[in-house]
């Protein structure tokens, strides 16, 4: 089955600088990449995905990469701010199956 | 719409309780899960449905069990509660056909004393 890597576990950055977050997976024929971010006592929210059938996203200040070749993944977040700080998961799934990384915790400081 | 619903919020048992986790959604979605989060484990996938009567495991079904009698609902079973069951648990639901973005229920945090 399915099986999705992440890090770091924890990533500290200044307020302005870029965070920058890595999953592997290793079913080749998984097709969609979510990236959720979660505050505490609360549910995860999806924040951006992509397809297999693109290589670049963006939305704003965060832009999500895949490189299916090597089965890879990341999500950029650009100049950011203290309420960027939360947990953030990546997910690999064929659509109906969504396996989830275990997680990275960002602190952004002032 | 209010979207997936979980009750109770909080619920704490004994060792060797059954309970059942309710899960409901009004999305009309076809696809539906149940997660477990434990600290630094991230979300793991229990069991999930592609439709009214049908279920798959996960990556941690052991000790669990679900049915699907109808689209909205997709309760969770706890058969005999074991301390390794403490943990927050979610709900989530998705659209067959896209988009796939999948709604979390407001989770249940469940303690096994």
């Known amino acids: 089955g399915e099986n999705v890597e992440q890090h770091p576990s924890t990533l500290s950055v200044q307020e302005g600088d870029s965070a920058v977050i890595k999953c592997t997976y290793s079913d080749s024929a998984s097709n969609y990449f979510p990236w959720y971010k979660q505050e505490l006592g609360k549910r995860p929210q999806l924040i951006i995905d992509i397809r297999s059938n693109v290589g670049e996203k963006k939305d704003q200040r965060i832009a999500v990469t895949l490189n299916k070749t090597a089965k890879h993944f990341s999500l950029h977040i650009t100049e950011t701010q203290p309420e960027d700080s939360a947990v953030y998961f990546c997910?690999?799934?064929?659509?109906?199956?969504?396996?989830f990384g275990t997680g990275t915790r960002l602190q952004v400081f002032p | 719409n209010a979207g997936v619903t979980q009750t109770p919020k909080f619920q704490v048992l004994k060792t060797g309780q059954s309970m059942t986790l309710q899960c409901a959604q009004d999305?009309?979605?076809?696809?539906m899960s149940w997660y477990r989060q434990d600290p630094g484990m991230g979300l793991r996938l229990i069991h999930y449905?592609?439709?009214?009567?049908?279920?798959d495991q996960g990556e941690v079904p052991n000790g669990y069990n679900v049915s699907r009698s109808t689209t909205e609902d997709f309760p969770l079973r706890l058969l005999s509660a074991a301390p390794s069951q403490t943990s927050v648990y979610f709900c989530?639901?998705?659209?067959?056909?896209?988009?796939?973005?999948?709604?979390f229920g407001p989770g249940t945090r469940l303690t096994v004393t």
């Open positions: 449905s592609v439709g009214a009567g049908i279920t």
């Open positions: 997910a690999a799934s064929r659509t109906d199956k969504l396996i």
């Open positions: 989530a639901s998705l659209q067959a056909g896209g988009p796939y973005e999948q709604y």
């Open positions: 999305m009309n979605h076809e696809y």
